[in-house]
């Protein structure tokens, strides 16, 4: 059990052109074209060679289904590509955001103390509607 490999990090950049190619059902030189033109770019291992990963071959999947599937030509595919990432980029800052705020919501949630009729402080442990609600920040 000890030898098997650890979760595998779909960024990590480790097929050449020739394996991506045929994990994403494409001739190697149209990664190549791909490549040059921006749409799916790979990493470069030292010795100038392509490298793609998980993800890349993903995209070229996309890009391959876009143009094939649905007739869109190159720039219209770049464009759309561009377009998911600043969504999926708006996406995790929303989210980022909205977990900021929730953070800082429950930190400052308001207390409210109602007065009771005889001018003391009910701490909520009773259900009774006072005409005075004091709220206290803090």
């Known amino acids: 059990m000890d030898h098997l ?3 595998f990090d779909p ?3 480790v097929f050449p052109v020739s394996v991506a190619a045929s994990l994403a059902d494409m001739h190697p030189q149209t990664l190549r074209g791909y490549d040059r033109l921006g ?7 030292r010795g ?19 143009s094939q599937g649905e007739g ?6 770049r464009r ?3 377009l ?3 969504n999926d980029a708006l996406r995790e800052q929303v989210e980022y955001l909205s977990e900021t705020l929730h953070r800082v919501q429950s930190r ?13 402080v009910d701490h909520g442990r009773t259900r009774r509607r006072s005409p005075r609600q004091i709220t206290w920040r803090g």
Request: aromatic share 6%; net charge neutral.
């Open 5 to 7: 490999p650890q979760p």
């Open 11 to 13: 960024d990590a950049a």
């Open 39 to 45: 749409l799916v770019v790979p990493l470069r291992a």
């Open 48 to 66: 100038r060679g392509r490298r793609y990963s998980l993800r890349d071959v993903a995209k070229l999947r996309h890009v391959q289904q876009l």
């Open 72 to 77: 869109i030509n190159l720039e219209g595919i």
């Open 80 to 82: 759309i590509l561009s």
């Open 84 to 86: 998911e990432e600043e």
């Open 108 to 120: 400052t949630q308001p207390r409210v103390f109602t007065a009771d009729e005889f001018g003391g």
